[in-house]
Protein backbone atom coordinates (compact mmCIF):
# COMPACT_ATOMS: atom_id res chain seq x y z
CA UNK A 1 0.00 0.00 0.00
CA UNK A 2 0.95 3.26 -0.84
CA UNK A 3 2.01 5.21 2.29
CA UNK A 4 2.20 9.43 2.33
CA UNK A 5 3.26 10.82 6.02
CA UNK A 6 2.70 14.24 7.12
CA UNK A 7 5.58 15.23 9.93
CA UNK A 8 2.89 16.44 12.27
CA UNK A 9 -0.20 15.58 12.84
CA UNK A 10 -1.25 18.76 14.99
CA UNK A 11 0.88 21.99 14.88
CA UNK A 12 0.73 25.19 16.63
CA UNK A 13 2.36 28.45 15.89
CA UNK A 14 2.44 31.79 15.93
CA UNK A 15 2.17 34.59 13.92
CA UNK A 16 4.95 35.66 11.77
CA UNK A 17 6.82 32.46 12.53
CA UNK A 18 8.12 30.31 9.26
CA UNK A 19 6.29 27.30 9.39
CA UNK A 20 7.36 24.06 7.35
CA UNK A 21 5.36 20.75 7.03
CA UNK A 22 7.05 17.96 5.60
CA UNK A 23 5.51 15.42 3.28
CA UNK A 24 6.76 11.80 2.32
CA UNK A 25 5.45 8.96 -0.02
CA UNK A 26 7.02 5.85 -0.50
CA UNK A 27 5.94 4.45 -3.24
CA UNK A 28 8.12 6.41 -6.11
CA UNK A 29 5.30 9.13 -7.39
CA UNK A 30 5.82 11.82 -9.63
CA UNK A 31 3.21 13.87 -8.79
CA UNK A 32 2.93 15.64 -5.06
CA UNK A 33 -0.23 17.90 -4.06
CA UNK A 34 -0.38 20.14 -0.86
CA UNK A 35 -4.46 21.33 -0.18
CA UNK A 36 -6.02 23.07 2.75
CA UNK A 37 -9.13 21.80 4.12
CA UNK A 38 -11.70 23.90 5.36
CA UNK A 39 -15.37 23.69 6.58
CA UNK A 40 -17.65 24.30 3.79
CA UNK A 41 -14.93 25.16 1.17
CA UNK A 42 -13.59 21.49 0.50
CA UNK A 43 -10.19 20.82 -0.44
CA UNK A 44 -7.67 24.01 -2.28
CA UNK A 45 -5.17 23.19 -4.07
CA UNK A 46 -2.21 25.36 -2.98
CA UNK A 47 0.83 23.82 -5.06
CA UNK A 48 1.80 20.51 -6.50
CA UNK A 49 5.02 19.11 -7.94
CA UNK A 50 4.90 16.71 -11.04
CA UNK A 51 9.00 16.32 -10.62
CA UNK A 52 11.95 16.97 -8.68
CA UNK A 53 12.56 20.89 -8.26
CA UNK A 54 9.50 21.21 -10.11
CA UNK A 55 6.42 22.87 -9.07
CA UNK A 56 3.19 24.54 -10.36
CA UNK A 57 0.72 27.24 -8.17
CA UNK A 58 -2.62 25.72 -7.93
CA UNK A 59 -5.50 27.74 -6.81
CA UNK A 60 -4.51 29.70 -3.52
CA UNK A 61 -0.70 29.99 -3.50
CA UNK A 62 -0.50 33.46 -1.87
CA UNK A 63 1.45 33.04 1.48
CA UNK A 64 3.08 29.72 0.77
CA UNK A 65 6.04 28.24 -1.33
CA UNK A 66 7.30 24.63 -1.68
CA UNK A 67 10.36 22.63 -2.03
CA UNK A 68 10.99 19.37 -3.76
CA UNK A 69 14.32 18.42 -3.77
CA UNK A 70 14.09 14.69 -3.51
CA UNK A 71 11.41 12.67 -5.28
CA UNK A 72 9.88 11.24 -2.17
CA UNK A 73 9.73 15.02 -0.28
CA UNK A 74 7.30 18.02 -1.05
CA UNK A 75 7.77 20.44 1.48
CA UNK A 76 5.47 23.29 2.32
CA UNK A 77 6.61 26.67 4.00
CA UNK A 78 4.02 29.32 4.96
CA UNK A 79 6.76 32.42 5.29
CA UNK A 80 5.08 34.32 7.32
CA UNK A 81 2.24 32.20 9.12
CA UNK A 82 -1.27 34.48 9.81
CA UNK A 83 -4.30 33.68 11.54
CA UNK A 84 -6.05 33.44 8.37
CA UNK A 85 -3.61 30.44 7.39
CA UNK A 86 -5.18 27.90 10.43
CA UNK A 87 -6.39 25.18 8.63
CA UNK A 88 -6.06 21.35 7.29
CA UNK A 89 -3.59 20.81 5.36
CA UNK A 90 -3.11 17.72 3.27
CA UNK A 91 -0.34 16.13 1.44
CA UNK A 92 -1.25 13.62 -2.02
CA UNK A 93 0.84 11.73 -4.29
CA UNK A 94 -0.23 9.83 -7.19
CA UNK A 95 1.69 8.04 -10.11
CA UNK A 96 1.91 8.94 -13.92
CA UNK A 97 3.58 11.42 -16.20
CA UNK A 98 2.40 14.84 -15.60
CA UNK A 99 1.69 15.12 -19.93
CA UNK A 100 -1.48 12.25 -20.38
CA UNK A 101 -4.41 11.82 -19.26
CA UNK A 102 -4.28 9.68 -15.43
CA UNK A 103 -6.22 7.71 -13.93
CA UNK A 104 -4.15 7.60 -11.04
CA UNK A 105 -6.16 8.23 -7.57
CA UNK A 106 -4.41 10.32 -5.32
CA UNK A 107 -3.01 8.70 -2.18
CA UNK A 108 -3.51 11.11 0.54
CA UNK A 109 -1.69 11.50 4.34
CA UNK A 110 -3.47 11.95 7.55
CA UNK A 111 -3.53 15.63 8.04
CA UNK A 112 -2.12 18.36 9.93
CA UNK A 113 -4.10 20.54 11.81
CA UNK A 114 -2.10 23.70 11.74
CA UNK A 115 -3.22 26.38 14.54
CA UNK A 116 -2.09 30.18 14.27
CA UNK A 117 -1.97 31.91 17.46
CA UNK B 1 -11.50 26.12 -15.78
CA UNK B 2 -13.10 23.27 -14.29
CA UNK B 3 -15.15 23.27 -11.29
CA UNK B 4 -17.03 20.34 -9.39
CA UNK B 5 -19.77 21.12 -7.26
CA UNK B 6 -21.36 19.02 -4.40
CA UNK B 7 -24.89 20.62 -3.57
CA UNK B 8 -25.68 18.58 -0.93
CA UNK B 9 -23.85 19.82 2.64
CA UNK B 10 -24.77 17.19 4.92
CA UNK B 11 -27.44 14.13 4.37
CA UNK B 12 -28.36 10.98 6.54
CA UNK B 13 -29.61 7.87 5.74
CA UNK B 14 -30.62 5.08 8.41
CA UNK B 15 -28.85 1.90 8.55
CA UNK B 16 -29.70 -0.83 5.94
CA UNK B 17 -30.95 2.04 3.56
CA UNK B 18 -29.46 3.64 0.14
CA UNK B 19 -28.58 7.03 -0.57
CA UNK B 20 -27.04 8.64 -3.39
CA UNK B 21 -24.46 11.79 -3.34
CA UNK B 22 -25.35 14.24 -6.39
CA UNK B 23 -22.02 16.00 -7.54
CA UNK B 24 -22.02 17.73 -10.92
CA UNK B 25 -19.01 19.26 -13.03
CA UNK B 26 -17.81 21.38 -15.49
CA UNK B 27 -15.22 21.16 -18.21
CA UNK B 28 -14.92 21.57 -21.57
CA UNK B 29 -12.51 18.21 -22.44
CA UNK B 30 -13.91 15.50 -23.44
CA UNK B 31 -12.00 13.07 -21.84
CA UNK B 32 -11.33 12.75 -18.43
CA UNK B 33 -11.77 10.87 -14.84
CA UNK B 34 -13.83 11.09 -12.14
CA UNK B 35 -13.56 9.86 -8.11
CA UNK B 36 -15.23 9.58 -5.26
CA UNK B 37 -13.22 9.59 -2.11
CA UNK B 38 -14.10 9.25 1.81
CA UNK B 39 -12.83 10.63 4.88
CA UNK B 40 -14.43 9.08 7.79
CA UNK B 41 -13.98 11.45 11.11
CA UNK B 42 -10.15 12.25 12.34
CA UNK B 43 -8.86 9.64 9.68
CA UNK B 44 -7.11 9.72 6.28
CA UNK B 45 -9.18 10.17 2.77
CA UNK B 46 -9.19 6.92 1.15
CA UNK B 47 -10.61 6.33 -2.44
CA UNK B 48 -14.23 5.09 -3.11
CA UNK B 49 -14.55 4.81 -6.97
CA UNK B 50 -13.56 6.06 -10.03
CA UNK B 51 -14.96 6.75 -13.11
CA UNK B 52 -13.17 7.42 -16.45
CA UNK B 53 -15.07 9.08 -18.92
CA UNK B 54 -14.98 7.26 -22.67
CA UNK B 55 -16.16 4.54 -20.32
CA UNK B 56 -20.21 4.43 -20.78
CA UNK B 57 -20.57 1.99 -18.33
CA UNK B 58 -20.99 2.83 -14.82
CA UNK B 59 -18.11 2.05 -12.27
CA UNK B 60 -19.26 -0.36 -9.23
CA UNK B 61 -17.33 -1.24 -6.13
CA UNK B 62 -18.96 -3.66 -3.74
CA UNK B 63 -21.86 -1.32 -2.04
CA UNK B 64 -20.85 1.62 -4.12
CA UNK B 65 -21.53 2.24 -7.14
CA UNK B 66 -21.83 5.44 -9.81
CA UNK B 67 -24.65 7.09 -11.77
CA UNK B 68 -22.56 8.94 -14.67
CA UNK B 69 -24.36 11.39 -17.26
CA UNK B 70 -22.08 12.29 -19.53
CA UNK B 71 -23.84 14.92 -21.51
CA UNK B 72 -25.75 16.20 -18.13
CA UNK B 73 -22.10 16.38 -16.45
CA UNK B 74 -23.37 14.24 -13.46
CA UNK B 75 -21.58 11.60 -11.48
CA UNK B 76 -23.68 10.47 -8.36
CA UNK B 77 -22.76 8.27 -5.52
CA UNK B 78 -25.25 5.91 -4.43
CA UNK B 79 -24.26 3.36 -1.82
CA UNK B 80 -26.67 0.39 -0.69
CA UNK B 81 -27.05 -1.24 2.57
CA UNK B 82 -25.62 1.64 4.32
CA UNK B 83 -23.56 0.66 6.97
CA UNK B 84 -22.30 2.70 10.25
CA UNK B 85 -18.69 2.71 8.90
CA UNK B 86 -19.59 4.71 6.17
CA UNK B 87 -20.42 7.60 8.14
CA UNK B 88 -17.63 10.13 7.09
CA UNK B 89 -17.25 12.79 4.59
CA UNK B 90 -17.62 12.49 0.72
CA UNK B 91 -15.75 14.60 -1.75
CA UNK B 92 -16.50 13.75 -5.84
CA UNK B 93 -13.48 14.87 -7.32
CA UNK B 94 -12.79 15.28 -11.37
CA UNK B 95 -9.06 15.06 -13.10
CA UNK B 96 -7.53 15.39 -16.69
CA UNK B 97 -4.57 16.44 -18.50
CA UNK B 98 -1.81 17.36 -16.24
CA UNK B 99 -2.78 15.01 -12.87
CA UNK B 100 -4.10 18.27 -11.53
CA UNK B 101 -7.61 17.27 -9.01
CA UNK B 102 -10.42 19.46 -8.58
CA UNK B 103 -12.55 18.37 -5.20
CA UNK B 104 -15.62 19.61 -4.34
CA UNK B 105 -16.75 20.96 -0.95
CA UNK B 106 -17.98 17.77 0.23
CA UNK B 107 -21.37 15.80 1.80
CA UNK B 108 -21.21 15.15 5.19
CA UNK B 109 -22.71 11.73 5.47
CA UNK B 110 -24.24 10.25 8.79
CA UNK B 111 -25.67 6.76 8.96
CA UNK B 112 -28.38 6.55 11.85
CA UNK B 113 -28.23 3.34 13.50
Known amino acids: DVKVTQSSRYLVKRTGEKVFLECVQDMDHENMFWYRQDPGLGLRLIYF???????EKGDIPEGYSVSREKKERFSLILESASTNQTSMYLCASSSGPRALYSNQPQHFGDGTRLSIL | AQTVTQSQPEMSVQEAETVTLSCTYDTSESNYYLFWYKQPPSRQMILVIRQEAYKQQNATENRFSVNFQKAAKSFSLKISDSQLGDTAMYFC??????????FGTGTSLTVIP
Open chain 1, 49 to 55: SYDVKMK
Open chain 2, 93 to 102: AFTNTGNQFY
